[in-house]
T-cell receptor, first 113, second 116 residues
Framework: KAGVTQTPRYLIKTRGQQVTLSCSPISGHRSVSWYQQTPGQGLQFLFEYFSETQRNKGNFPGRFSGRQFSNSRSEMNVSTLELGDSALYLC????????????FGPGTRLTVT | AQSVTQPDIHITVSEGASLELRCNYSYGATPYLFWYVQSPGQGLQLLLKYFSGDTLVQGIKGFEAEFKRSQSSFNLRKPSVHWSDAAEYFCAVGARTTSGTYKYIFGTGTRLKVLA
C-alpha cells in the first residue's frame, strides 16, 4: 500500500507570494493533519480535516488555510508569505479522526526568500 | 497544560553501545504515547506506541520503550545501536482536547549521532 505522498517536495517562493501544498493520504485513510516543522519551534500542529471539514486548528494566523476533497486528498495554502514561513510542512493521515496512529509523508520543504 | 519534554537535544553513542532517549510528559490522564524517528529530509516514521496494558512496548528496528506512570516518562531504549540509527527522534503524546477532539503534542526531538 502506498504511503502518504506530498507534492511538491521542494519549493522556493518570494515574500508576499502565496503557495499551495498537496497531500494524498494512504488509501482508505480519511483524516489528514498538517504540521509545520522548524528548527526553532519544532513540530507544530496546523489543522486537521475529515470529510471535507476542518475539525481542529492550531495557533496559526489566518494566512494558513486548508481544505480536503471528497477523495480525502488535502491541500494547504499560505498567502502573503513571510520569511518565517520557511519550514518543512508535513502531512499525516489516519484512518479516521481521533484514531491514534498517524502516518507521515516526506514533507514539502518551503523556502521563502 | 499538556506538554512533552525531551531533555537531551543531542546524544552521541558508539556503534554497538546501548541507547536510552528520555521523554517526560505532562497530562492529566493516561496519555497515548508514541516515538517517531526522522531521517534527514524525510518525514516521521512511527517506531512504537503505547495505549494501555503492558508498560514495556516493543517497536520496529529493535527499539523498545517503557511507560512509567509514577515518573510521567516514556523512555526509548535499544540494546545495541547501529550506524543507521543516526537520526532525530521525537516523543509524542496523544491527548484529548477540551472540545473532545484529539491532538498530538510533540517533543522538541533528540538528535542521535552514532560513532563508528
Amino acid at each position: 500500500k502506498a504511503g502518504v505522498t506530498q507534492t511538491p517536495r521542494y519549493l522556493i517562493k518570494t515574500r508576499g507570494q502565496q503557495v499551495t501544498l498537496s497531500c494524498s493520504p494512504i488509501s482508505g485513510h480519511r483524516s489528514v493533519s498538517w504540521y509545520q516543522q522548524t528548527p526553532g519551534q519544532g513540530l507544530q500542529f496546523l489543522f486537521e480535516y475529515f470529510s471535507e471539514t476542518q475539525r481542529n486548528k492550531g495557533n496559526f494566523p489566518g494566512r494558513f488555510s486548508g481544505r480536503q476533497f471528497s477523495n480525502s486528498r488535502s491541500e494547504m495554502n499560505v498567502s502573503t508569505l513571510e520569511l518565517g514561513d520557511s519550514a518543512l510542512y508535513l502531512c499525516a493521515s489516519s484512518l479516521v479522526p481521533d484514531y491514534y496512529e498517524q502516518y507521515f509523508g516526506p514533507g514539502t520543504r518551503l523556502t521563502v526568500t | 497544560a499538556q506538554s512533552v519534554t525531551q531533555p537531551d537535544i543531542h546524544i552521541t553513542v558508539s556503534e554497538g553501545a546501548s541507547l536510552e532517549l528520555r521523554c517526560n510528559y505532562s497530562y492529566g490522564a493516561t496519555p497515548y504515547l508514541f516515538w517517531y524517528v526522522q531521517s534527514p529530509g524525510q518525514g516521521l516514521q512511527l517506531l512504537l506506541k503505547y495505549f494501555s496494558g503492558d508498560t514495556l512496548v516493543q517497536g520496529i528496528k529493535g527499539f523498545e520503550a517503557e511507560f512509567k506512570r509514577s515518573q510521567s516518562s516514556f523512555n526509548l531504549r535499544k540494546p545495541s545501536v547501529h550506524w543507521s540509527d543516526a537520526a532525530e527522534y521525537f516523543c509524542a503524546v496523544g491527548a484529548r482536547t477540551t472540545s473532545g477532539t484529539y491532538k498530538y503534542i510533540f517533543g522538541t526531538g533528540t538528535r542521535l549521532k552514532v560513532l563508528a
